[in-house]
């Protein structure tokens, strides 16, 4: 029987609170140039990019338990640029952590985001952080000077000696270059180079479900090494997806984005589901069961 009072149960509103989730955050390239108001290539406010992103995570409920930046936090690796970044990132009201990416300076990474993990101080930067039941792989790919990405032999180790510390907790990888191709012919030749070695540790590992990278500016995913693999979507300039190389790399202004990495409990590890979040404020949200309920919703 169809209770008197109130909406059709079809139309009732539920909320159901996943306790034992965890949300990961990432975050594509913003490239900060100074002074504020530069614009990178002449027409690309990538502050104002990394502002709204800031703004659109801070709205998320419930908000995500880590934001990584995924790589080029600056644009020509100026210290200004990194007092910039950080500056517009304290804005963020949840922890973050950030990678390096071919634009930046180790040093200047060092500096900028403190960590006690990183070594000594002419290493990588490869750090650890433990997120609930998660163990998140902050892993540097840089090579100094170069555009495309290695892993060093102290780096492998440490994600060897980091992933043999446990047999239980389900893992995530973040680095800035992706090691897998995109079919993308100006982005694959400055893609991880030395991508077997890193193969060779997952399939040792299989409590390791994600492999995340940024670089390629450009949302993609695939499999690698068994794990899932993705490429975070653009913040502001994307690059052109060109399968045949016409021209050199080139960019265009396309919607921003950011993935959202949810790890849900389940047999074995667990599994990761990532989802595609645009940035910015959009109308909603509605009830698919009344049209005039947006203010009970908000």
Same mark, same amino acid.
């Given at each position: @029987?169809?209770?008197?009072?109130?909406?059709?149960?079809?139309?009732?509103?539920?909320?159901?609170?996943?306790?034992? #989730?965890?949300?990961?955050?990432?975050?594509?390239?913003?490239?900060?140039? #100074?002074?504020?108001?530069?614009?990178?290539?002449? #027409?690309?406010?990538?502050?104002?990019?990394?502002? +709204?992103?800031?703004?659109?995570?801070?709205?998320?409920? /419930?908000? !995500?338990?880590?934001?990584?930046?995924?790589?080029?936090?600056?644009?020509?690796?100026?210290?200004?640029?990194?007092?910039?970044?950080?500056?517009l =990132?304290?804005?963020?009201? @949840?922890?973050?952590?950030?990678?390096?990416?071919?634009?930046?300076?180790?040093?200047?990474?060092? *500096?900028?985001?403190?960590?006690?993990?990183?070594?000594?101080?002419?290493?990588?930067?490869?750090? @650890?952080?433990?997120?609930?039941?998660?163990?998140?792989?902050?892993?540097?790919?840089?090579?100094? %000077?170069a555009?495309?990405?290695?892993?060093d032999?102290?780096?492998?180790?440490?994600? $060897?000696?980091?992933?043999v510390?446990?047999?239980?907790?389900?893992? =995530?990888?973040?680095?800035?270059? /992706?090691?897998?191709?995109?079919?993308?012919?100006?982005?694959? %030749?400055m +893609?991880?180079?030395?991508?077997?070695? =890193?193969?060779?540790?997952?399939?040792?590992?299989?409590?390791?479900?994600?492999?995340?990278?940024?670089?390629?500016?450009?949302?993609?995913q695939?499999?690698?090494?068994?794990?899932?693999?993705?490429? #975070?979507?653009?913040?502001?300039?994307?690059?052109?997806l $060109?399968? *045949?190389?016409?021209? !050199? *790399?080139?960019?265009?202004?396309?919607?921003?984005?950011?993935?959202?990495?949810?790890?849900?409990?389940?047999?074995?590890?667990?599994?990761?589901?990532?989802?595609?979040v /645009?940035?910015? $404020?959009?109308?909603?949200?509605?009830?698919?069961?009344?049209?005039?309920?947006?203010?009970?919703?908000?």
């Amino acid at each position: @029987m169809r209770p008197t009072n109130g909406p059709h149960p079809k139309h009732r509103i539920f909320t159901i609170a996943c306790h034992t #989730c965890a949300q990961i955050a990432r975050i594509g390239e913003r490239r900060a140039p #100074c002074p504020p108001g530069t614009l990178a290539y002449g #027409c690309v406010d990538t502050a104002f990019a990394l502002t +709204r992103a800031v703004d659109t995570l801070n709205r998320l409920t /419930p908000r !995500p338990d880590l934001v990584v930046i995924s790589g080029d936090v600056a644009h020509s690796a100026l210290p200004e640029e990194y007092v910039h970044a950080t500056k517009l =990132l304290g804005a963020l009201q @949840m922890p973050y952590a950030a990678i390096p990416g071919n634009h930046d300076q180790r040093a200047l990474v060092r *500096e900028a985001f403190p960590d006690p993990a990183y070594g000594a101080s002419d290493s990588a930067l490869n750090s @650890m952080r433990r997120v609930g039941e998660l163990d998140i792989l902050l892993i540097d790919s840089t090579v100094p %000077g170069a555009v495309h990405g290695e892993l060093d032999t102290a780096t492998l180790s440490w994600i $060897e000696k980091t992933l043999v510390a446990s047999s239980t907790r389900p893992a =995530l990888l973040f680095l800035h270059h /992706p090691p897998f191709d995109t079919g993308i012919v100006s982005s694959d %030749g400055m +893609r991880l180079l030395d991508a077997d070695p =890193l193969a060779a540790l997952l399939q040792k590992h299989p409590r390791v479900l994600l492999v995340a990278a940024g670089h390629v500016h450009r949302a993609a995913q695939t499999v690698f090494a068994g794990a899932s693999a993705t490429i #975070c979507p653009a913040g502001e300039q994307a690059v052109t997806l $060109e399968f *045949e190389l016409r021209w !050199p *790399e080139v960019f265009r202004i396309e919607p921003p984005a950011f993935h959202l990495h949810a790890w849900l409990p389940g047999t074995g590890f667990g599994s990761v589901v990532t989802h595609v979040v /645009p940035i910015g $404020e959009f109308a909603g949200p509605y009830s698919y069961g009344h049209a005039t309920t947006r203010a009970a919703l908000v």
